[in-house]
């Protein structure tokens, strides 16, 4: 998960991953993102890193970036704030997948 | 369906249709509303299982708009509570300073706001269109716009079985990412400055705890906008009142958020930890958590509304009003798809479906409140997002309270132009841009 | 599929008739953490992973025997959505009530108190369609049910039954009959392969397959078409010789044993009566009877000991003493 130091992500007694088990996730079998790591490791800021609000994308150690597409709010805040043209690609999941809010 | 075989077709059903609107939420609904009530054929495409389930809002329905659409709505719309107090506050990380106001107005007919769950709302706005004889087509996504040999758009592509629906107008309702606006060059592929995360948890609450710690009863409910919460990153936060729960989140802009390196949910925790919020979310747990993005340029910002062959409404055409008092998206939604339907039922009467024959859309929208008060407010999103509102008006204005109501006997009472003086210089702002900006305000505001 | 609400009007059996028996429910219902009350969300109705495998298997049988798909649920008006969906495939669908439609939260929970009644409620609910060739369920039902509705089913059917399969597929059997080739796992890695006569009851993992998509046109042609209703048939089975009613599966709540303070001086000795780690225990009982029948009366006998059965409503036949009783 993120790289912040221990115990970050633990806010007011709620993990980050309890905090994502109350969204209902209906995971399809296509990846809807997709990340092109070679153009990451020439990425500075990797701003989807700390933005996304799913913490889905995870620094790897050889400078790419790794990517989950399962618990994705589909917020479209990753393609939004990445900087490198190429790097990430973002579609909506097939149709009936994806998250579904029940309190939105 | 009789004769229904294992390969599901019941022979050639037509994919034709007079109009194809994609996204069910509340713009998509009202447009396939409008058109079903003129007659014709339309479908609603939804890629999620059903109406509003990709859906998350910050906080309130206005409902004036559905006056003409839907009347008597107040009776049957899926309410959580109906919004009778509306707070404005400002905060630094231990003050606040809070602009209350209650009226029993808002607690009756014909209402003024309320707060629901939009898999609720727009389902039912859906059902509308659907009872009208459009059909809904749930679990499918419009990948792409199909032209003919000039250009035009004359339908889109699916994903199921990347079969085609074919209409002379397309309205793309799909929401603040909107791929089809994309597609056809309206809408920039990714202007992160002209978008906010908004992020959400909603917290359950027995209503009884909710009505004694926000003061009200029965169906009533609370709306609190919060300035000065979003460390330094330009946004605001909300607070408002479901019938056994509450939402709280942040909102923020994009870019400063991914430059600042700060987690979305750290913002919200923050917000929670407040001591002028935690004590009314004591014991509260969480529901669900949900991010989503908002169009907040304004009318600067706004794409062109119609190509050939489409028009665009609610967030795809960046109609949600974002302009500090005021916070609506709903309402924008549900005026500027109606207004497309109707704009596409009168290009399709003179048969003339072209960004010419469609015009009238932008016109209808001109002189109706949408784009009105998007033109009336569209310096509002600079002056919201700017830094003295964002970093050093919260705080000056609660040291300037905390220095007014302070009784500092023996000291006598500082001069309230005194006091104003040294809080600004405290918190570096000149009283001349005080001014000024106070004056901007009023200019866009007034 | 027929659009009045009734069971008459059906096609006479034109092929081999492949029913799917489906569970619908909420996909994650949320469970009180401390009195174990469960709450369903209507917005959360959806197939299981098994039901969704049953009922491609179900139409890649038809499919391949060129047979037709009868997909049941026995549920409230809030399953319809998902059986609509199910309509788009081209499966002809069928909603069975069960009894007072009122609160279909609580109905659905009920459904696993009484499995053999749902399978005689659903043998009669498909009568009008002829006699199945294949049923296919899904192995785990989100409902709290039992897992036991397969079993019955074949019962009532006078059927073969094989459950929990991962792979299933149509064959000619040596006579040139068809027939089902099924794999289902063992124990460490091993699969074991059936040969199953037609008629059969299948219970399928939710693994191997995938649910297929609608077409564009199923879907529409599906969208808005009232789903076709059995009539209310609720048979509840009656105790026959030979049954037991074990009761409403109930949540896990071990109770609390209590376990006096130790008073040794050394941690190591404290901590060693309480976890009772150098104590002897008796080691677990292990079944190996001869056959089937006598392995259930064992079974029967350690939960009447235990108190789990009440003596009342069971007999436990009394079995000749053999060497095997002998401690």
Redesign the interface.
């Known amino acids: 998960m993120?790289t912040?130091a221990p115990g970050?992500?633990r806010?007011?007694g709620?993990s980050?991953e309890?905090?994502?088990a109350?969204?209902?996730f209906?995971v399809g079998?296509r990846a809807h993102i997709t990340v092109d790591t070679d153009v990451c490791r020439s990425c500075t800021?990797k701003?989807c890193v700390?933005?996304c609000?799913?913490?889905l994308f995870a620094p790897t150690a050889d400078g790419g970036i790794l990517f989950n597409y399962e618990e994705c709010?589909?917020?479209?805040?990753c393609?939004?704030?990445?900087n490198s043209e190429g790097a990430l690609t973002w579609?909506?999941?097939?149709?009936?997948h994806?998250?579904?809010?029940?309190?939105? | 369906m009789s004769g229904t075989t294992t390969n599901g077709t019941t022979g050639p059903e037509p994919l034709e249709f007079d109009a194809v609107v994609v996204g069910a939420g509340p713009a998509g609904a009202s447009a396939a509303l409008a058109l079903a009530r003129a007659g014709r054929r339309v479908v609603l495409v939804e890629r999620g299982p059903f109406p509003g389930a990709k859906n998350v809002y910050g906080g309130v329905v206005y409902g004036r708009v559905l006056d003409d659409i839907v009347p008597g709505w107040w009776d049957e719309v899926p309410v959580e509570r109906w919004i009778v107090r509306r707070s404005t506050m400002m905060m630094t990380g231990t003050q606040s300073l809070s602009v209350d106001f209650r009226t029993d107005a808002w607690g009756s007919a014909p209402y003024n706001g309320m707060t629901t769950l939009r898999c609720h709302f727009d389902a039912w706005l859906a059902g509308k269109a659907t009872d009208a004889g459009a059909r809904l087509l749930t679990s499918t996504v419009a990948t792409g716009l199909v032209r003919d040999g000039d250009g035009r758009v004359v339908g889109v592509r699916t994903d199921r079985d990347g079969a085609e629906l074919h209409a002379p107008v397309v309205i793309a309702c799909d929401g603040v990412n909107s791929f089809l606006a994309k597609e056809a060059g309206l809408l920039a592929r990714a202007e992160a400055s002209h978008h906010t995360l908004g992020v959400k948890e909603v917290l359950d609450l027995p209503p009884g705890a909710i009505n004694e710690r926000f003061a009200v009863q029965d169906h009533e409910g609370v709306d609190v906008e919060i300035l000065g919460c979003t460390r330094e990153i330009p946004g605001g936060g909300f607070l408002y009142t479901n019938a056994d729960s509450v939402s709280i989140g942040v909102v923020v802009s994009l870019p400063e958020l991914a430059a600042s390196g700060v987690r979305p949910e750290a913002l919200i925790a923050d917000l929670k930890a407040h001591p002028s919020i935690a004590p009314l979310l004591r014991g509260a747990s969480l529901r669900e958590y949900a991010a989503h993005l908002i169009p907040e340029g304004g009318y600067d910002t706004m794409p062109a509304l119609a190509a050939d062959g489409l028009l665009i409404a609610g967030d795809a055409g960046a109609m949600t009003l974002a302009a500090g008092l005021w916070l609506e998206g709903v309402n924008f939604a549900i005026g500027s798809g109606y207004a497309a339907g109707r704009a596409t039922d009168r290009a399709l009467s003179r048969g003339d479906c072209s960004a010419a024959g469609l015009a009238s859309y932008r016109a209808d929208l001109e002189a109706q409140f949408v784009l009105a008060d998007h033109k009336r407010l569209r310096k509002a999103p600079s002056l919201v997002l700017s830094e003295r509102v964002q970093q050093h008006y919260p705080g000056l204005l609660c040291d300037l309270a905390e220095g007014m109501f302070t009784v500092t006997n023996p000291t006598p009472k500082p001069g309230g132009l005194k006091l104003t003086r040294t809080v600004a210089a405290r918190h570096g702002v000149k009283l001349r841009q005080l001014a000024g900006d106070t004056l901007r305000g009023l200019r866009i505001f007034g | 599929m027929t659009t009045a609400p009734t069971t008459e009007v059906h096609p006479a059996p034109d092929g081999p008739l492949v029913v799917a028996c489906l569970r619908i429910g909420d996909l994650r219902p949320t469970v009180d953490p401390l009195d174990g009350t469960v709450t369903r969300d209507r917005l959360g109705v959806g197939l299981s992973p098994a039901d969704a495998a049953a009922l491609e298997h179900a139409l890649r049988l038809a499919e391949a025997w060129s047979g037709r798909v009868v997909a049941v649920c026995v549920g409230p008006e809030s399953v319809e959505p998902v059986l609509r969906d199910v309509a788009a495939l081209g499966a002809t669908v069928m909603r069975v009530p069960l009894g007072d439609e009122g609160d279909g939260h609580r109905y659905v929970g009920e459904l696993a108190e009484d499995e053999h009644g749902l399978a005689r409620t659903l043998v009669a609910a498909l009568a009008p369609f002829g006699a199945p060739d294949v049923v296919l369920c899904g192995d785990r039902s989100v409902d709290r049910g039992t897992g036991a509705l397969p079993a019955y089913l074949a019962h009532e059917l006078g059927a073969a039954q094989a459950l929990g399969l991962v792979v299933l597929g149509p064959v000619t059997d040596s006579a040139g009959r068809q027939a089902l080739l099924a794999e289902r796992r063992l124990d460490a890695g091993w699969r074991e392969r059936l040969n199953v006569p037609l008629p059969a009851v299948c219970s399928v993992e939710g693994a191997g397959v995938r649910l297929r998509r609608a077409s564009l046109a199923g879907a529409l042609a599906a969208e808005g078409e009232p789903v076709p209703v059995a009539r209310s048939l609720a048979v509840v089975a009656a105790p026959g010789p030979g049954s037991f009613h074990a009761g409403a599966p109930q949540p896990f709540r071990p109770r609390t044993r209590v376990l006096p303070a130790p008073h040794d001086d050394d941690p190591r000795l404290r901590l060693l009566t309480l976890t009772g780690a150098l104590v002897a225990h008796e080691p677990p009982t292990v079944v190996e009877p001869a056959d089937a029948a006598e392995a259930a009366d064992v079974l029967l006998a350690f939960l009447a000991r235990h108190g789990y059965l009440d003596d009342t409503r069971v007999t436990i036949p009394e079995r000749a003493a053999t060497e095997d009783d002998a401690p």
């Open positions: 993120s912040t970050a992500g806010w007011d709620i980050f309890e905090r994502m109350t969204v209902d209906r079998a800021t701003a700390t933005a609000p799913a913490d709010f589909e917020c479209g805040t393609y939004m704030v990445c579609t909506y999941p097939d149709g009936g994806g998250v579904v809010f029940h309190h939105g």
